[in-house]
């Protein structure tokens, strides 16, 4: 058991040297080829036609030149997934849990769209910063407050997948502390407690796949503003 409720969000280490990559690497090992026979297996099967479907729902209102991002945000939504679902085991650590990875893969990206609104139709991008018929006396406040606005979404990206799972884990954390120590004392009270302990591992499996397919959405409707 951890030291503390938060030192379950330290990045372990052995020998001095962080494992935050092994866990980064570990989930691509985890997903099967594609095999070069005709007829693929089930598995191979299910797993093409799921991201296919996340694609084209993805790629849907997205004009020709957003389609060019459709690989890198599947690899994203499915190195996500893994990612929070394999954090949910024990012994195991949640590599997007910890702020620096999320705001490393918040801001490059959320940087890129902007960047690609600026060099395709400069015109509009910047036209977001102004809404159609604002007073001019207003114009100085709305710029400021777009512009604020603007550079706030990486940041809002990056907290909220952060902090929906570091709340996630933590709670079952201090619940499955309260099980332990209910235990000998009041027997029906921790059996009780152990059942919304495993309620609450079944709502955190969804809030895994949930917080990645929102971080992937948010970051094509950042796209779709500047195609």
Do not use: C, D
Not at 135 to 162: H, M
Not at 179 to 198: E, G, H, N, S
Request: hydrophobic share 60%.
């Amino acid at each position: 058991m951890a030291m503390s409720f938060f030192g379950q969000f330290a990045s372990p280490s052995y020998m001095g040297i962080p494992l935050i990559a092994v866990a980064i690497a570990l989930p691509w090992v985890l997903f099967p080829l594609p095999s070069p026979r005709w007829v693929n297996n089930r598995l191979i099967t299910i797993q093409g036609w799921l991201i296919n479907r996340f694609t084209s729902q993805l790629m849907l209102p997205l004009n020709a030149g957003g389609h060019k991002w459709a690989l890198l945000l599947a690899s994203l939504m499915v190195f996500l997934i893994t990612t929070n679902m394999l954090g949910l085991l024990p012994y195991t650590f949640t590599p997007t849990t910890q702020l620096s990875l999320n705001m490393g893969l918040a801001v490059p990206l959320w940087l890129a769209t902007v960047l690609i609104g600026l060099r395709n139709q400069p015109t509009v991008a910047l036209g977001h910063l102004l809404p159609e018929g604002t007073p001019i006396p207003l114009i100085p406040v709305l710029i400021i407050i777009e512009t604020i606005s603007l550079f706030i979404r990486p940041l809002a990206l990056g907290v909220r997948l952060t902090a929906n799972l570091a709340a996630g884990h933590l709670l079952i954390q201090l619940i499955a502390t309260a099980v332990f120590v209910l235990l000998p004392m009041m027997p029906t009270v921790a059996i009780l407690t152990a059942t919304v302990l495993f309620l609450l591992t079944l709502l955190e499996v969804a809030v895994a796949m949930i917080q990645a397919y929102v971080f992937v959405l948010l970051l094509s409707l950042y796209l779709q503003e500047n195609v």
